[in-house]
């Protein structure tokens, strides 16, 4: 195809997505009067088919899939995602699209009503306006504008918007990775909509390592505390050993991954929570705490292998258990997420990179995200590795009182997912 074609073609899907902005705004703020709040998991089913409903107007074959199986999957609370395919006749790339519509708790500190959609002064506002509603009406709309403009794709777009991203993601991405629904066997690249805003690429994220330290003490009677030993006291001796000992090591080192904001481009050790004896009870009675527990959530980067991870919490254990041989700890894991990114000469990076530079007029600036999200499950059960979150919001909006996204960055990204759709899968 000459280059003008081509040209003419990408101008006249921008102009779609241009006269798109309002079905944009108010397909979003549909979403965001849907109150998807996880935990528990509330409204699955209603956004669920609110999207289903749309993707099917956009001539995809839509169909829906409940987490069956999963112990979070109750008819309380189901666990209902939305999965649709527009194939192609050719043979071109496959591309999924997906994005997660729970969301977080509202919590406290609202100038707005969290679940009204609001537009106001050029900004949707609501909880999952950034995190990330918006992103799954870009991807959406993004799609919607190849066709409306008319032009017919090689390759095959599959789309799914899914659960439970803020819990783990286990009845929604991973279970569709298990099933085999999202596989790398067919799927050439990934793109997840979360929020890092219209100019940022996110290539991947680090690493977590969840785990609670357990002291075992001794129980004896208050008043005679010399002949118990004292678990609290012993998880006070961790807490000081890892803050003085590992966190100066952690903070010396640094990750080439290009993680933002940049100060989480180095490892941390967080203590995520703290009890011992009779912790929460209103009426004590006088015992020296057998057990106390620090639950710790340790972000590592790339750099560090999880074993080596793993050794460096064992030594401190090992030499405060050396120093009183009254001390006695045990560790648990609670959770391990390995640090994932698309590899480095990426196609699909370098054709999201290509789209911003030509709708933002800036070039791209690649990022990595501290935390985890779905792309883990992308990327180590359903074996896709070209997979990428870029999307609309702000991301420093996500999970915060007043969370918003200026309604530009919601059409821009909107541009650049249309291009990239319609490069990535346009006709050899
Ligand atoms: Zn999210």
């Known amino acids: 195809m000459p280059p003008t074609t081509q040209v003419r073609r990408e101008g006249r899907v921008l102009d779609e997505v241009e006269a798109a902005r309002d079905e944009l705004v108010a397909f979003t703020s549909e979403m965001i009067r849907i109150p998807t709040v996880n935990p528990p998991g509330e409204r699955y089913r209603d956004c669920a088919e609110l999207i289903g409903r749309r993707l099917a107007a956009g001539g995809f074959a839509v169909h829906y899939v409940e987490a069956e199986g999963r112990p979070e999957h109750t008819a309380a609370h189901p666990r209902v995602n939305v999965v649709a395919r527009r194939a192609a006749a050719g043979k071109g790339p496959r591309l999924h699209l997906n994005g997660h519509f729970d969301v977080v708790p509202p919590g406290e500190g609202w100038s707005v009503d969290p679940f009204a959609g609001l537009v106001r002064d050029g900004r949707i506002y609501g909880r999952g306006a950034s995190d990330m509603k918006s992103g799954i009406a870009a991807a959406l709309f993004a799609v919607e504008a190849v066709r409306r403009a008319g032009i017919e794709l090689a390759g095959t777009v599959d789309f799914s918007a899914t659960v439970d991203e803020e819990s783990g993601g286990f009845a929604g991405v ?198 985890t999200y779905d792309q883990k499950h992308f990327a180590r059960i359903a074996g896709i590795e070209h997979c990428v979150a870029y999307g609309p919001g702000p991301l420093e909006e996500a999970h915060q009182s007043d969370e918003s996204c200026a309604v530009d960055d919601l059409v821009a990204a909107t541009g650049v997912l249309a291009l990239t759709v319609l490069r990535l899968l346009r006709r050899a």
């Open 174 to 371: 991973a279970h569709l990775c298990e099933a085999g629904i999202i596989s790398g066997a067919d799927t050439d690249y990934a793109i997840i909509p979360e929020p890092f805003g219209p100019t940022r690429v996110c290539v991947g994220h680090r690493g977590v390592y969840w785990f609670d330290a357990i002291a075992h003490g001794r129980a004896a009677h208050g008043s005679m505390s010399h002949l118990g030993h004292s678990a609290i006291d012993d998880i006070g001796a961790l807490l000081e050993a890892l803050r003085t000992g590992l966190g100066p090591q952690l903070a010396r080192r640094l990750s080439a991954l290009p993680v933002v904001p940049e100060p989480s481009r180095r490892p941390s050790l967080n203590v995520n929570a703290l009890t011992g004896g009779q912790a929460g009870e209103p009426s004590q009675s006088p015992c020296v705490a057998d057990r106390a527990v620090a639950t710790f959530d340790r972000r590592f980067i790339p750099e560090e292998p999880l074993d080596e991870v793993r050794a460096e919490i064992g030594r401190v254990v090992a030499a405060l258990e050396r120093e009183d041989p009254a001390r006695r700890f045990t560790i648990e894991d609670r959770m391990v997420v390995l640090p994932t990114s698309a590899p480095s000469g990426s196609p699909l990076v370098a054709t999201l990179s290509d789209a911003v530079r030509d709708v933002c007029g800036e070039d791209a600036e690649l990022v990595a995200s501290p935390g």
